[in-house]
């Protein structure tokens, strides 16, 4: 220990050196994303009893701290992941509120074009270029929900892709910080109490970074490093290992993804984060939208077949189906691992207006058949043996019994606007009369026409309600996102604040404390000067 007016000078010299290094090292990270503002923290050397008094012995580094609050680093991560689920959320559902209220990308003009030319056909029956019109109308109203349909198909696959990013940069930011880890538990280990705060922060900004695609909680660990959970206390990162998530096909429908982490589904335990934003815009936009446009297709195309097959074209035949829904008309998917069985589903045009905008899971196991209506979950009553049935507006039958345990997805409207496609093509196979011979009947095409302003679909909706309900329920979602991402950018925003106020460098107040450093630094300098003049006085005097 240093002792005597040259000792305790030297120990100020370097004291004050170090504080101006530290000063400076804050100066040069003024624009250092994620940096914390580090502080030299002195203390007074023990003093020594010379004399009958206790005589100082100048001052000491006892350590070089970062200025960090565990409560606002927390904080920044919260709002980071809140910010990064409203984002992802906002940025798709805006896309989908814009493709179908606009009258041009959307349903709501085709509709309307179509029952217009039907009522063409009904106004003048044997007119041939009225037929031709309401031919043309078909067509096209059937490729407008191909293309709506498609247009969700492509926001699908571009929010596959933005859950594909996250899940890259997740894996990539917990590699990171499982390394960091690593280095900081060795640079702490053996009792020390100097911590590694260049490493601290670079931990910290990955933690922020991983929080805007997922949320987290950390828990801290003696040795410096820390754990990292997701979810419902999944383990992500512990210590030096680390989980890594990836995105697999659903067993139906290879462009529905699933979240696994170690092999376990783990997509409905995050509850914020760009990951979470998009799952959530999938699962409470993107597929009731899909649900409900198939339904006004599947209502549209089975209301006008009923009706037109009960007609009479120019030719005096029987009308057939203007709508057809290709390769079939109700998709039944066989899950992964099935023991075989085959499922078939067809609507059932007595109760089309039962029909809902939802899948079905059909279970099969001890022989017999459980159905689960998955937009709500509700267990659906099957008859005593289960299939044949009727529900929901669509029949389904057992072709072949499944040999064991067995699941199949059931898509009644799914698929459906993808799927429809208006065949008749000839325009005297229009189907307007309900009286064989007569020309110029036209009941059955006023019966066509009336389809537009009847209640056909689920509660009691005309097909223009059914898609207008499907419009407002987006655009209200759409409206919702738009407030929530304001409001989160905002808490976002002060939380940076909050950290740049407590952990930020400030240049004035820095420019002070070189000043005061340096002060210090010459008065030392000042006193080993004198130390010295005062030992060569004493050399002098005994010479």
Known sequence: MPS???????????????SMQTTSNNVANVNTDGYSRQDTNLS???????????????????????NYDQFINSNIRSSASSLGDASAFQAMTAQVDNLLANPESGMSNAIKSFFNSVNGVSSDPTSIPARQVMVSEAKTLSTQFNIVSSRLDTLRAQNNAKMQDSIDKINSF?????????????????GGTQSPNELLDQRDSLLAQLAEHIDVATLARPDGSIDVFIGQGQALISGDARSKLELTNSTTDIMQKTVLMNGYDVSSQFSSGALTGAIKFRDQVLDPAQQQLGLVAAGIGQAFNNIHTQGVDLNGATGKAMFTFEPEQIPVFSSIG?????????????????????????????????LTRLSDNVKVMLPTG?????????NITQVAPPAGTSSFII???????????????????????????????????LALANLENQGILFGGNTLAQTYQTLVAKVGSS???????????????NQAIEARASFA????????????????????????????????????GAIK
């Not at 289960?386 to 929901?392: C, H």
């Open 338 to 370: 099935n023991a075989g069985g085959y499922i078939k589903a067809t609507f059932d045009s007595a109760t089309l207006n039962q029909m809902q905008a939802s899948d079905y899971r059909l279970d099969y196991a001890a022989g017999s058949y459980t």
């Open 44 to 66: 007074t050397n023990p003093s020594s009893y010379s004399a009958g008094n206790f005589v100082g012995n100048g001052v000491d580094v006892t350590s070089i701290t970062r």
């Open 478 to 492: 759409a409206n919702a996102a738009n407030v929530s991402l304001s409001a989160q950018k905002a808490l976002n």
């Open 4 to 18: 005597g007016i040259l000792g305790t000078a030297l120990t100020g010299l370097m004291a004050f050196q170090r």
């Open 386 to 394: 289960g299939l044949p049935t009727t529900v929901d507006g669509i």
């Open 504 to 539: 930020g460098v400030n240049l004035d107040e820095e420019a002070a404390n070189l000043i005061k450093f340096q002060n210090a630094y010459q008065a030392s300098s000042q006193v080993i000067a004198i130390s010295r003049s005062l030992f060569d006085s004493l050399l």
């Open 411 to 445: 898509r009644p409207t799914y698929l459906a606007a993808r799927n429809i496609n208006a065949v008749i093509t000839d325009p005297r196979a229009i189907a307007a009369s309900s009286t064989s011979g007569d020309v110029g009947d036209n009941s059955n095409a």
């Open 174 to 190: 917990t590699q990171n910080i499982a390394d960091l880890n690593v280095k900081i538990a060795t640079l702490t280990s053996g």
